[in-house]
């Protein structure tokens, strides 16, 4: 009895064993159909072995084990099959699509299934390469859709966690969340000073966590240094002069690092800017106050860091209104208006350089006595509807 028991199980296993280990890799509808055709015979043969188990306990209870195992197997190795099938199904269509597109594109026909519809609609909105994430994200900023840059950008750091310029973008993109609420149009946000602060810790992080994977790189030290000054704002009085001498820092080391890029001269010149504002009686009550000795600054100097920097990158809006900013502290309000003219004819490319376009049109007014020219509020960018 039990030798027949166990000869019966013997046979249900190997028809398991003959439709699900048979060449399981193929993933062939002819194997799968072999495979489902067994799982009655298999059946059955286990079904006569249990019927056994009254006489043979222990045998019967081993055979119960060792079907339910061998189903277990069976229904992995089925479900790997039909894995298997659905990848061969998958590669017939993408070369019957490469075969549609390349026949397409002879005939001058659009593709409908083409990557860049798929990611500028609905589900694959912000799917693709980190470049073309990075060409979308500088669109969305052109927009003034920030929140939606971000995101492009952080697909950009888990396609490539490695990439420091993708994660100085994504510092940036937070960062520049601080003002959405001064804009106009379908993106503006409300937003609370907390919110602020969060967006320039979150940014300050990624731009540390840039610094780490390229030590070489000037554009996290960049990132750094902007949301480190923009978190001061929001911070108490010692932190914000803590923040304020760590950005230097940055700003300097950027400098360093990049010297052809006109973001970091524009840097400095911010900080010598700022720094000029601050008279003798304020720096002795941070030296007193917080033990902190910030560097100084003067217009002079931020004027030529701005010179340089829009010497380097002369379509930047945000070079030339400050260089009008620095003139008129000077006293050089004929080169003021010059440099504030000139900033009216070019084109935005962010949030930063739509806010910049606004202050000098305000600064331009001033000089004038509110007579000047006023270029069209129709020549800044539009939010996109």
Not at 182 to 209: C, S, V, W, Y
Not at 211 to 236: N, Q, Y
Request: charged share 25%; hydrophobic share 35%.
């Amino acid at each position: 009895m039990a030798a027949a028991g166990s000869g019966h199980w013997a046979v249900g296993a190997a028809a398991l064993s003959y439709g699900f280990r048979r060449r399981p890799e193929v993933g062939r509808k002819r194997n799968l159909n072999r495979s489902l055709q067994r799982l009655p015979v298999a059946s059955y043969h286990l079904g006569r072995s249990l019927r056994l188990s009254p006489w043979q306990p222990d045998t019967g209870a081993l055979l119960a084990l060792k079907a339910k195992q061998e189903v277990h197997l069976a229904s992995i190795l089925l479900l790997k099959a039909l894995a298997q099938q659905v990848r061969v199904a998958l590669q017939q269509l993408r070369t019957q699509q490469q075969r549609l597109a390349q026949a397409a594109k002879q005939s001058g026909l659009p593709v409908p299934w083409s990557s860049q519809r798929r990611r500028d609609s609905g589900l694959f909105r912000f799917g693709g390469s980190a470049k073309d994430l990075v060409k979308k994200g500088k669109k969305l900023e052109a927009n003034l859709d920030v929140r939606a840059a971000a995101k492009c950008y952080e697909e950009c750091t888990q396609q490539k966690p490695r990439d420091s310029e993708f994660r100085s973008l994504l510092s940036k993109a937070i960062s520049d969340m601080t003002y959405l609420d001064e804009i106009q149009g379908p993106h503006r946000e409300k937003l609370t000073d907390n919110d602020k602060r969060r967006f320039n810790t979150q940014a300050m992080e990624h731009a540390k966590k840039a610094i780490e994977l390229d030590t070489k790189a000037f554009l996290p030290h960049v990132a750094a240094c902007i949301s480190m000054g923009r978190l001061a704002l929001f911070s108490d009085n010692k932190r914000k002069c803590q923040l304020a001498k760590d950005a230097r820092e940055h700003a300097v080391r950027a400098l360093e690092l990049g010297p052809q890029s006109d973001l970091t001269h524009h840097l400095m010149g911010r900080w010598h800017y700022e720094m000029a504002q601050l008279n003798m009686v304020v720096r002795t009550l941070i030296r007193m106050a917080f033990s902190t000795n910030l560097p100084p600054g003067t217009n002079q100097d931020a004027l030529k860091s701005y010179q340089q920097a829009a010497k380097l990158n002369p379509t930047c809006v945000a070079h030339h209104v400050e260089i009008g900013r620095c003139l008129s502290k000077m006293g050089r309000r004929k080169e003021a208006e010059q440099a504030l003219k000139h900033a009216s004819t070019l084109g935005c490319d962010d949030i930063n350089t739509y806010l910049e376009k606004i202050e000098g049109e305000k600064l331009l007014k001033n000089l004038t006595g509110g007579w000047g020219p006023r270029w069209p509020l129709g020549s800044l960018p539009q939010p996109a509807t």
